[in-house]
């Protein structure tokens, strides 16, 4: 047998299986494989033959061992390494995402602070290993994955341990360490004494083209590309980009510079250099974040120590309890829970945090949950720096978790010096059930709640059973509420509307009896005045309401900005939209909602360009939501080729009857009627077996300009009391129906604007 991957297959079965080509490289081919004894998906790498076939196994394995010791937040890990019947590979976690190489092809220039974010975390990565003796030789777009949107440095140690083990070899194997465009000029003249300064100078052309769109020095082939690094100057970036600052230009140009002496002497000075730019000419100023305020804080997801999954939403609840008591604490900001929690599982250096989501302070912890025993450690740290403020362990019952929480966050004001006011003192102590275990159904139907739609009726079973053991506890049937609305309005098919209306209804006036001055109650009571009972004045007072009470709670202002829209109030519902991202940054809902309404607002090319962002923000994401209103602000564009593809993708990601309306009205507008009546009859069919909402088959048959059949199914949709009839005047989809007296009744009654009033 001499196929490699086979022999693979067969040397590994008892550790690894192998599933799938990923890619190759110059150097190796990469498989992905689960790991079979710790349960997780990795990438498997095998030098080439002719590679491996020329250097020395034991020395290669040897010199993997030691750069397996490399470990920083920075630098994709090795887990793994051996040898078998002739063959060599290595193993590294498996990273979902893409790589700068993959993004660069997508955009070909980044926005500069992208590129300056890339650069510094690749930077980070390469000091601290060329501190410990490791030239990386070969830094190019390809081997940076961006995770999570951070960069993270692959293959390190690699290159090292081939020239280690026979890199005299390379040569006659007709193989070169290194890439020709991102080469430095003493690795092309074939220097085998290189230091970390050649890896800056690779740096530097990544950076170059991430500004560009492509690396300094183009050739027809790589002798031509490498005679022009070790010989020509290097263009500059500003006669491509003139919004390349004149100080980001001059700070490149040295780190790009011909010998080595003229370059900055560590990476930490080329970074630094970049932070704190310095002209001779006309002033520009190049700042990759301003200063975080000293009052400002990340709470990260307390790790789960238990070993049982299944109490990981505990350690998310801990942590978003207190973001939210924290938020109340006037003077302090406090990062959001979902810029907060996207580094959850990653080891981020809290430097990096800080520097990444602008706070100066960071709390990470752990909680260990035993039967009744809880242990609760947690860390106060200066993102600054990296010194710990504070730090404590609480061995407690389960009873004294409100104890602890306000402990730890009486510890945070009095470490950050914040005076809090004795009104501001009870604020921060405010508990909404003294029940240890409804308190731990309610964070259970949180932390499903927050990985809605799979999550949602998971949900509501864990609100359920908190309310069961508090029948008092107000926040439990906001969670309720919420639930119940969303089943209702966007995640279709999952309760007919008035049913979810009427749940969700009983269960915001519920919470409002027992505690008016919850700003989330008010928040779900307006959701359902909006989108069910068309009772504009109430949704108005209570998202007014819900926002004097709880100024920082995002979902009030992203539910805010619905109403703007749907009421014509284009500025003020957009306004609210960027209010709702800069709480909540990396948050997906917001990112793809703001698609929504550029859509709404006719708007197509801001939706398109905020599409592309959320696609690039979470490539690996499985909602189908991005793709959906990506297709739509492509539609209302004249892309119809781009839309159908967009609805095509989407179909795979999720059934959902939104998407197949959407797709059939597509094919109507396209004139491919016999694909939209396809989309009608399996809506049809769909219908008998679960229910299917009518506003769905009224949206193709307005695509395919059959005015009657689109008011037959509104109609319904009126009386199924769909939220979509929210947004009659403003919904892209119906223009054909307007200007007919029967549009005009239904927006009457409705209770919108009349088209002459907008």
Not at 112 to 129: H, K, N, P, S, W
Not at 246 to 262: C, F, H, I, N
Not at 356 to 363: E, F, I, R, S
Request: glycine fraction near 8%; hydrophobic fraction near 40%.
């Amino acid at each position: 047998m001499s196929d490699p991957l086979a022999l693979l297959k067969i040397a590994l079965a008892d550790r690894y299986a192998i599933e799938r080509e990923l890619g190759q490289g110059g150097m190796a081919t990469v498989y992905l494989a689960q790991d079979l004894k710790h349960r997780r998906a990795v990438a498997v790498k095998l030098l080439r033959s002719e590679l491996a076939g020329g250097i020395g196994p034991e020395r290669f394995l040897r010199e993997i061992e030691i750069a397996a010791g490399l470990s920083h937040p920075h630098i994709l890990p090795l887990f793994d390494s051996g040898s078998s019947n002739g063959l060599l590979y290595y193993v590294m976690p498996y990273i979902e995402g893409e790589s700068l190489r993959q993004r660069l092809d997508r955009e070909r220039q980044l926005p500069i602070e992208d590129a300056l974010r890339i650069t510094r975390e690749v930077g980070e990565a390469l000091g601290y290993a060329h501190g410990l003796g490791f030239v990386h030789r070969d830094i190019k777009p390809a081997n940076i994955l961006l995770s999570h949107n951070h960069a993270v440095v692959a293959d390190f140690g690699i290159a090292r341990a081939i020239t280690a083990a026979g890199g005299e070899q390379l040569t006659e194997a007709g193989l070169s360490l290194g890439t020709p465009s991102y080469m430095s000029p003493e690795q092309a003249l074939g220097g085998s004494e290189v230091d970390g300064r050649s890896d800056l100078y690779s740096l530097g052309c990544m950076l170059y083209e991430m500004l560009v769109g492509h690396p300094p020095f183009l050739g027809h082939n790589a002798q031509q590309i490498l005679a022009r690094h070790v010989m020509d100057p290097v263009p500059s970036p500003r006669t491509v980009r003139a919004a390349v600052p004149l100080a980001l230009e001059q700070t490149l140009l040295q780190a790009l510079a011909k010998a080595p002496v003229d370059r900055y002497a560590t990476v930490a000075q080329f970074i630094e250099a970049l932070e704190t730019p310095q002209v001779s000419g006309p002033q520009a100023t190049v700042v990759l974040h301003p200063a975080p305020p000293a009052e400002s804080i990340a709470v990260l997801s307390f790790l789960n120590m238990s070993g049982d999954p299944d109490n990981e939403y505990f350690g998310d609840g801990i942590a978003e309890e207190l973001i939210n008591l924290l938020t109340g604490v006037k003077g302090l900001r406090v990062a959001s829970r979902t810029s907060a929690f996207a580094f959850k599982g990653t080891k981020t250096d809290p430097r990096t945090i800080g520097q990444t989501l602008n706070v100066q302070n960071v709390l990470e912890g752990s909680v260990r949950k035993a039967g009744n025993r809880l242990r609760v450690t947690a860390q106060l740290i200066n993102a600054t720096d990296g010194y710990h403020l504070w730090s404590e362990r609480y061995d407690r019952e389960m009873a004294d978790v409100f104890a602890i929480q306000d402990e730890i966050s009486q510890t945070i004001v009095q470490a950050l010096q914040i005076q809090l006011t004795p009104e501001r003192q009870r604020v921060l102590v405010k508990r909404h059930t003294d029940n240890p275990d409804a308190y731990n159904f309610y964070l259970k139907g949180r932390h499903h709640w927050n990985s809605r739609p799979i999550g949602t009726k998971k949900a509501i079973e864990y609100f359920e059973q908190a309310i069961s053991i508090d029948p008092e506890y107000a926040m439990a049937y906001t969670g309720l509420a919420d639930c119940y609305s969303h089943l209702g309005s966007w995640e279709n098919g999952g309760m007919p509307p008035r049913e979810a209306s009427s749940r969700a209804t009983a269960a915001a006036r519920r919470a409002l009896e027992l505690d008016d001055s919850l700003g989330e109650a008010h928040s779900s009571m307006a959701y359902v005045s909006l989108h069910y009972d068309w009772d504009w004045p109430s949704a108005e007072r209570g998202f007014h309401r819900a926002i004097e009470l709880s100024p920082s709670y995002p979902t009030a202002h992203h539910w805010r900005s619905h109403l703007a829209m749907a009421m014509g109030r284009v500025e003020e519902s957009l306004a609210e939209s960027q209010r709702y991202l800069e709480l909540e940054p990396l948050d997906l809902l917001g990112n793809f909602h703001l698609i929504w309404h550029y859509w709404l607002a006719r708007q197509p090319e801001p939706a398109i360009d905020q599409g592309r962002k959320t696609l690039d923000l979470y490539p690996t994401e499985t909602s189908f939501w991005p793709r959906f209103f990506m297709g739509l602000a492509c539609e209302v564009q004249g892309q119809m080729d781009e839309a159908v593809a967009h609805f095509q993708k989407a179909l795979t990601l999720s059934d959902q009857s939104s998407v197949r309306a959407a797709l059939g009205h597509a094919y109507g507008v396209a004139g491919e009627r016999d694909l939209a009546a396809e989309m009608l009859e399996h809506l049809e069919d769909r219908s008998r077996r679960q229910f299917t909402p009518a506003y769905d088959r009224a949206v193709i048959y307005a695509g395919l300009k059959d005015r009657d059949r689109a008011f037959e199914w509104l109609e319904r949709a009126y009386d199924e009391r769909s939220s979509w009839m929210s947004y009659l005047n403003v919904e892209p989809r119906l223009d054909s129906l307007r200007g007919d007296s029967r549009f005009e009744e239904l927006v009457r009654r409705v209770g919108l604007p009349s088209s002459s009033q907008l």
